[in-house]
């Protein structure tokens, strides 16, 4: 589970240490070093490997910072971002990420994958293809493949299989690459568009002609495509909006551009084709001396009246429905809200106590046997089987068996990268998967806690459960599935009454 948080469900890590040397494996290429303590250091010689040495450095050779190449310009105020904002811990070096430093090893991960997924006989000419625009001097031809590869990566983390089109054959338009989710075998032809930001463009504080969102889905929609159809747009602006205003600034002018270019028909007065359109915002592309920018992602329909943020669901079946639907894309959209970060482990260690030092206190984990006090403060041995992380506290209720069968509960504090570990693997902190209960925002929440609990109930149970309900005879009518989501439903609405009175 660990390793599926921080690497995606795509291919994994292939990596190992020998002799005090670390081997990765991408593709069927093996790199080795002793200097890689972590993921991270392995990305940055990836990238510069990949870039090919010799331009790097006649570009960081160019004495004139404006005119080196932005990767050059990222790598090197990376360097600088570290070592003004890193601390030791351990063997390495831990500190915030800067826009800068994100820029040059999201970069570095997403061309990783696209190598580590390919077919091993098509990868090096693959990457090579990228790479060679990336180094492009047009600024067009350097954006437009940097998001390219934000939108391979994406898909990749998520498990998606990719088949990339020949760009060199001019015969016919075509997509970026097809898109292949292995659960259902459904097949997306994937389009990319980004808006190259620039001091003419941005102008005037307008969303409308600033964003260009419109724009970038009609020319996305005049390619051809063979298969159900994603729209990627990056729309590369400075702005970070607060979680509240999501549905403000750019965020929603995006939404409004797609849907004045739904209502219009195409050029041969069809109607629009049934499209995913995804809105990205890297917004650390434009900030890189802060910490925190991020990226923001809309997704939505269009002509898809029951897929997008703005949808109105008046039943809980509905929704069920529609996430059935569209169950490739929720997988997707949920692995790109799960796998954002850019793993530091290479086998999915828990990374703040992968790089404790050698002076770190023993793990806890559920099963062992630890030294806990007795009511006369002696020390006993006991085995840890359940706990409570109090993060305000900064501390740990444990519930631990005595060798002579007895339960006690002890309060031990934690250290504070113990708390920074919890807090990052909380499901696993304690060396066993164990589903924590999360809070719901509303009833529609509430009701999907439980129908992912109740969805294969019996039919017989269930209906024994809402044996008192004035519509009984009705329920009778209805199949297994339909009872467990109206039950669902019910428990929803009913613990948003309790919470409300």
């Given amino acids: 589970m660990q390793r599926e948080k921080q690497q995606g469900l795509g291919r994994g890590i292939v990596s190992t240490k020998l002799n005090g040397h670390r081997i ?30 010799e331009w790097f450095a006649a570009e960081q050779a160019k004495s004139l910072l404006a005119e080196r190449h932005p990767i050059v310009r990222w790598y090197d105020q990376a360097l600088a971002d570290a070592s003004r904002l890193s601390t030791k811990v351990g063997d390495v070096y831990v500190g915030p990420m800067t826009g800068a430093q994100r820029a040059f090893i999201n970069l570095a991960y997403n061309l990783y994958l696209i190598a580590h997924h390919a077919n091993v006989r098509e990868s090096a000419a693959l990457v090579a293809s990228f790479t060679e625009r990336l180094k492009s001097e ?26 990339y089109e020949n760009e060199t054959d001019g015969r016919s338009s075509h997509v970026e690459f097809v898109a292949t989710f292995p659960a259902t075998k459904k097949k997306f032809s994937v389009e990319v568009k980004t808006r190259n930001r620039s001091i003419a463009e941005d102008g005037p ?86 910490v925190g920018a991020g990226t923001q992602v809309l997704v939505t329909g269009c002509q898809i009246p ?65 030294l806990i006090p007795d009511q006369d403060g002696k020390e006993i041995p006991a085995r840890l089987y359940d706990a409570l992380v109090q993060e305000a506290e900064g501390s740990m209720l444990g ?28 499901d696993t902190f304690f060396g066993e998967v164990r589903q924590l209960p999360k809070t719901a925002k509303h009833w529609l929440e509430l009701a999907q806690f439980f129908y992912d609990t109740y969805k294969d109930t019996d039919r017989e149970k269930l ?39």
């Fill in 205 to 290: 504080i307008d969303e409308i002609k600033r964003l260009r969102v419109g724009n970038k889905l009609n020319k996305a929609l005049s390619k051809s495509a063979s298969h159900t159809r994603v729209v990627i747009i990056e729309v590369n602006v400075p702005d970070v909006p607060a979680a509240e205003d999501i549905r403000t600034g750019w965020a929603k002018a995006a939404l409004d551009q797609i849907r004045t270019v739904e209502k219009l028909p195409q050029p041969d007065g069809s109607p629009k084709p049934s499209t995913y359109v995804v809105v990205t915002n890297h917004a650390f592309h434009n900030n890189l001396s802060s």
């Fill in 399 to 426: 519930v631990y068996e005595t060798t002579d069968g007895k339960h006690v509960m002890v309060t031990t504090p934690l250290t504070e990268t113990e708390i920074a570990a919890w807090k990052a693997h909380p």
């Fill in 306 to 370: 029951d897929f997008g943020p703005d949808v109105p669901f008046s039943r809980f079946k509905d929704v069920i429905e529609s996430q059935e639907r569209h169950r490739e894309m929720f997988a997707f959209v949920d692995s790109m809200r799960a796998h954002y970060e850019i793993p530091s482990t290479f086998s999915g260690e828990n990374p703040a106590l992968q790089f404790e030092g050698p002076d770190a206190l023993p793990r806890l984990r559920f099963g062992e046997t630890y």
């Fill in 24 to 53: 990765v494996a991408v593709g069927n290429t093996v790199y080795t070093s002793k200097a890689w303590n972590t993921f991270h250091d392995f990305l940055h010689y990836f990238l510069v490997e990949q870039l090919g040495r």
């Fill in 463 to 501: 209906l024994e459960w809402m044996k008192d309900a004035v519509d009984v005879e009705h329920l009778k009518t209805l199949s297994q599935k339909e009872l467990a989501i109206v039950y669902c439903e019910r428990l929803g609405w009913g613990a948003e009454a309790k919470k409300s009175a």
């Fill in 138 to 163: 047009r600024t067009d031809d350097f954006v437009g493949k940097l998001f390219e590869t934000y939108a391979a990566a994406a898909f990749l983390k998520a498990g998606f299989e990719l088949a």
